[in-house]
């Protein structure tokens, strides 16, 4: 295909963290940097996740609470699309998969792999990608407008995903910030890790 990417670097005005959870020493871009898991100098070789447990937290409503979702919302906006896709899915195992949550944390999973296709120069793949991730987010949307709100999970669906679908056609040069309400995340864990 030519010239093959090279690394991902934290793009210019990233928003405020969300928690401290610390990043890991490289965002992982495939035939740049060694696979996370599989590679022995992975960033993540050798660990071993335990199935993520909710603590009772109930999703949408309880999105502050949750961590792994808020490290995911970090990590996408500092170009570790590869990361925020693991940290989600983390959730996303957590959750009823079919159900309103579960549609829009896969979306995100989806916009992230888009990202990262994107900056590997795979267009094809990127429209694929985006267009699943679009029919994922129509529950969050329906439940959007069946309460007369424009944030999901944070979220501020509709301006988020028209800034996402200009930056990837290329008409926007602006990233794609998952930018939620500060206020509303201050509640969220700020342990280190």
């Known amino acids: 295909?030519?010239?093959?990417?090279?690394?991902?670097?934290?793009?210019?005005?990233?928003?405020?963290?969300?928690?401290?959870?610390?990043?890991?020493?490289?965002?992982?871009?495939?035939?740049?940097?060694?696979?996370?898991?599989?590679?022995?100098?992975g960033h993540s070789y050798g660990l071993r996740e335990e199935p993520l447990d909710l603590g009772g937290r109930r999703l949408p409503e309880d999105w502050t609470e949750v961590e792994e979702y808020l490290f995911g919302i970090d990590l996408f906006n500092a170009a570790f699309f590869w990361e925020a896709h693991e940290s989600w899915e983390a959730v996303w195992h957590a959750v009823e998969r079919q159900s309103v949550v579960g549609h829009f944390l896969q979306a995100l999973i989806q916009s992230s792999?888009?990202?990262?296709?994107?900056?590997?120069g795979r267009t094809r793949g990127v429209r694929n990608l985006l267009e699943r991730s679009n029919a994922n987010l129509e529950a969050a949307r329906r439940w959007l407008e069946s309460r007369q709100r424009t944030d999901?999970?944070?979220v501020e669906l509709d301006v988020w995903r028209a800034q996402l679908e200009r930056h990837l056609a290329g008409s926007s040069p602006a990233f794609p910030f998952l930018r939620v309400d500060s206020r509303s995340a201050a509640t969220a864990p700020l342990a280190p890790r």
């Open 113 to 120: 792999a888009a990202l990262l296709q994107h900056h590997r």
């Open 152 to 154: 999901f999970m944070g």
């Open 1 to 41: 295909m030519g010239d093959s990417p090279g690394p991902l670097t934290s793009p210019p005005g990233t928003p405020a963290r969300l928690c401290r959870r610390l990043f890991p020493p490289y965002a992982y871009v495939p035939g740049v940097e060694p696979h996370p898991v599989t590679s022995r100098r």
